[in-house]
């Protein structure tokens, strides 16, 4: 980045029902706004329509919480960590929760490009046994390929969902339901879903609560 | 989504206030319920609340409790800055609360039908059916089907009369209630006028009655001792053979706490600022906050509802202002403020307010919205002041008629010339774009005014070119005239049916050109408006059977189906066009002659035949033409300085008796 800024602050936030349902563009205004009422000097790119200095790993899906997200903002000013999270942790939703903060070097690359995987609890409501539920979940993973069809814009594309999910594992039974965590790639090339994965066990839409519990990164140096 | 699936499915057997007549949820219980429909409607941020700004109080702690609706969807619902004014209000009182509702979009009328989810507000979720009161914002007619869906979804009885005995207060204000007749049986009281002070006293009236063991009929009458409050059904209505309103008095055993007449209510100076503007997370209709800096206006356009019924005028302090401008954003972020009035031109100090404004902000990423300025260079400064360094879109002016003559009929006096030179002006400096808004259908308008609005886009255009090149552009937005109570043109037809389309095809047809659009309103649903916002009490079984036949969100033009309307009128032996386009004369009753908004029927009737004769009436701060507002609301100009409001000092009075017409 060739751009002037004094400092690039990476925070941990977590996110909670309340604000679950908002979209990733809506939520990148939420922190601008959030930033600009904490008084905090955030950069903005160069030329006529000036964009906020604001990036975050990985868009968070509708409907699901995030429990360790990560953004990085860009400064004007440098700020000491604590006083950082003090303003914009008060200057948040509700919904939304700042866990920590620490400045990052500027050379490092982007969130998004050293993304590689991403582990998800999932709930889904059913009535199966856990025997049952197992049994499909070891179905999947025995699986050579899980071929899937996702809308791109206009088009569809065809892919395989089974290369995308790295780790799955059974937790138990949940209120309602049945409970998995999911680890899945994530980077630049191939992001899976858990949404697609429950439609791909049989739950294309049963109720279910997803929360990204860890974004995993190739290498954040 | 397409509209036309939807529609087939609106009528659903789900559709009647049964469906939730099960024990209410919990705001837990709702919540869960939530998860299971949300994930697949549009937008389901509409839905879940949470906003910065947004006020939760404990619940269980709260004697006092007002659900705020605006019956449309979240975005509308969210630019209106008065349900913003009162949801403000009411939480700053430490033992009240207010929280809000919107109409929920099809796609969640149906899921929450299907799981049987109580319509519930957005703060704590607690189902609209456990709010002491419910109070409805009605800016406009289109939404009157909406509070029928509403109040239905909330598992509440449609008509006041047929109310559960323990359901909360339905209450109803704004503009379209200042004719409240056509949807009088749906509420149990109105109120009418400027509500953040009077807000507080009815929630607790109503709230207090029914904690001491009155009946629901006994504290309506504790409410009707409100002032501004109007109950309907403490009032007959006679009609006259040929269908006219006769008479509306208050039945024999409610007169003594119902009012012949019920007057609005004002606030003799204009509260503080909200400045705790919700900041919604979502792209909503107004992507900004808002700050009345003005109310009420002195032109006195005879068309116009707003200059009539806001009076008197009242300034807000220039300090005031910016001190709201600065903590707004603080408390908001957001980076557009508009600086609300009805005229901003005639705001006393709105240079030196715009140079305050540019000096403390001018290199900030913030944008000021100054709406409403008056057709003259002065404009195009203050325009030019505000945008300085950012991209200009475009200019906006409403001369509303196009020929000198018809502007004095309808009293906006302002020259073609001065038009012209204002738009040299405009164009000369770099704006690409001028909207221009005019009406047709006023009284005595001639095929040669429609002509002269062609005519003058064209100049206008001309001009443009002449300054910009192919860059200049010009739309032009024509809407007809509905001819609104409380206006000195409430006596006037709307114009029939035949002469809209040939005027619009004149208009269509000379405005099809480089550089030039047109848009305007389809004359059916101007008939619509017309026949609802003039309409009496008979109208109200229009409004339901409409709404049985799967009418809702009538302000969208895409869910408008005028013919299920036509089939409501119909239905109940009624006729739009009688009640659209019916001249009506001097010594009538008008369906809602029992609402005083202070300016009185003889200034009306007066300014009318002015019209008329094309006689204009001036700006009133420079002189009183006694529309009566000193008169009515003299106890509560008493006490303020000479200069609180609009009006002249007394001495600048003129003698026009009032009652001599």
């Known amino acids: ?221 | 989504m397409n509209p036309d699936t939807v529609r087939t499915e609106l009528p659903d057997p789900g559709r009647s206030a049964s469906a939730f007549d099960q024990a209410d949820l919990t705001p837990d219980a709702i919540s869960r319920a939530l998860d299971r429909v949300l994930p697949f409607v549009q937008k389901p941020v509409r839905y879940t609340g949470g906003e910065w700004n947004s006020v939760l109080k404990p619940w269980d702690e709260i004697p006092y409790r007002l659900a705020l609706v605006f019956p449309d969807v979240y975005e509308l619902g969210m630019s209106n800055l008065g349900m913003m004014v009162l949801y403000d209000a009411v939480n700053s009182q430490p033992d009240m609360l207010a929280e809000r509702a919107y109409t929920p979009w099809i796609d969640m009328q149906q899921g929450m039908r299907r799981l049987a989810i109580p319509l519930y507000s957005l703060e704590t979720r607690h189902p609209l059916r456990a709010f002491d009161v419910i109070g409805f914002s009605l800016p406009y007619e289109q939404l009157y089907t909406n509070v029928l869906t509403t109040l239905d979804l909330a598992g509440i009885a449609l008509r006041s009369v047929e109310r559960a005995e323990d359901a909360p207060l339905i209450l109803a204000g704004g503009s379209a209630c200042l004719n409240p007749e056509p949807v009088y049986a749906f509420f149990d009281a109105f109120f009418v006028g400027e509500g953040e002070e009077a807000i507080t006293e009815i929630v607790r009236t109503w709230t207090d009655a029914r904690a001491t063991g009155l009946s629901r009929q006994e504290a309506l009458r504790w409410l009707a001792e409100v002032r501004g409050i109007y109950i309907p059904s403490f009032y007959d209505v006679s009609y006259t053979p040929d269908g006219r309103v006769q008479a509306v008095t208050p039945r024999a055993e409610h007169a003594d706490v119902a009012p012949a007449v019920v007057s609005k209510r004002i606030v003799p100076v204009l509260p503080p600022p909200v400045t705790k503007f919700i900041v919604p997370f979502m792209d909503i209709v107004q992507n900004r906050a808002a700050i009345e800096i003005q109310r009420g206006c002195t032109r006195g356009c005879r068309f116009c509802q707003a200059g009539m019924v806001f009076r008197p005028v009242r300034e807000r302090p220039v300090d005031e202002v910016l001190a709201a401008v600065e903590d707004l954003i603080r408390q908001t972020g957001f980076e557009e403020i508009g600086l609300l009035s009805l005229s901003s031109s005639d705001y006393g100090r709105i240079q030196e307010l715009v140079d305050q404004i540019v000096a403390r902000y001018g290199d900030e990423k913030l944008s000021i919205n100054l709406p409403s300025l008056r057709i003259d260079s002065f404009s195009v400064q203050l325009m030019e002041a505000l945008e300085r360094g950012r991209r200009r879109s475009g200019f906006t002016f409403a001369p509303e008629a196009a020929t000198d003559r018809l502007r004095e009929v309808i009293n906006k006096s302002i020259s073609t010339q001065a038009l012209l030179d204002t738009a040299r002006e405009v164009y000369s400096r770099g704006w690409p774009t001028i909207k221009l808004y005019f009406m047709i259908g006023h009284p005595t308008q001639t095929l040669a005014d429609v002509q002269a609005i062609a005519d003058l886009a064209h100049d206008v255009r001309r001009v443009g070119h002449a300054a910009l090149g192919k860059n200049a552009n010009v739309r032009v937005s024509v809407s007809t005239l509905v001819p609104k109570p409380h206006t000195p043109f409430q006596w006037a037809p709307l114009a029939d049916e035949a002469t809209l389309r040939e005027h619009l095809a004149v208009l269509d047809r000379q405005l099809r050109s480089p550089g030039i659009t047109l848009s305007w309103n389809e004359p059916r649903e101007t008939l619509l408006e017309a026949a609802l916002s003039r309409g009496d009490r008979r109208l109200a079984d229009v409004v339901q059977r409409a709404w049985e036949l799967g009418a809702s969100f009538d302000a969208w033009g895409d869910q408008l189906d005028v013919n299920v309307w036509w089939q409501a009128f119909a239905d109940c032996g009624l006729d739009p066009e009688w009640y659209a386009r019916r001249a009506r004369t001097a010594d009538e009753v008008l369906p809602w002659d029992h609402i005083s908004v202070g300016v009185s029927k003889p200034f009306m009737l007066r300014e009318y035949k002015k019209a008329l004769q094309g006689e204009i009436t001036g700006d009133c701060r420079e002189k009183c033409y006694a529309c009566g507002i000193l008169t009515e609301f003299r106890a509560e100009r008493r006490p303020l300085p000479g200069n609180a409001w609009g009006c002249p000092p007394a001495s600048k009075l003129i003698s026009e008796p009032i009652a001599h017409e």
Not at chain 1, 74 to 103: D, I, K, M, S
Not at chain 1, 185 to 195: K, N
Request: net charge neutral.
């Open chain 1, 1 to 221: 980045m060739n751009e002037t800024y004094a400092q690039r602050m990476r925070v941990t936030f977590a996110t909670d029902d309340s604000v679950k349902y908002v979209g990733h563009l809506d939520m990148a205004r939420t922190w601008e706004r959030a930033i600009r009422r904490a008084r905090l000097p955030l950069a903005y790119t160069q030329g006529f329509n000036p964009q906020p200095r604001l990036q975050f790993a990985a868009a968070l899906p509708v409907g699901f919480t995030g429990r360790s997200e990560l953004a990085d903002v860009f400064l004007n000013e440098e700020y000491e960590p604590g006083h950082f999270l003090a303003a914009l942790g008060g200057a948040l939703p509700r919904g939304v929760r700042t866990l920590q903060a620490q400045p990052v070097p500027r050379e490092w690359p982007s969130l998004q490009s050293q993304l590689g995987a991403a582990r998800y609890r999932v709930e889904v409501e059913t009535g199966e046994m856990p025997a049952e539920f197992v049994a499909r979940l070891d179905g999947f993973v025995d699986r050579a390929d899980a071929p899937r069809q996702r809308r791109r814009g206009k088009e569809q594309v065809r892919y395989d969902l089974r290369p995308l999910v790295l780790t799955l594992m059974y937790s138990g039974p949940c209120e309602g339901g049945q409970c998995f965590e999911v680890t899945m790639r994530s980077d630049p090339g191939a992001t899976g879903r858990p949404d697609e994965l429950l439609a791909e066990l049989g739950y294309e839409s049963a109720p279910r609560r997803i929360e990204r519990e860890e974004l995993l990164f190739v290498a954040l140096a």
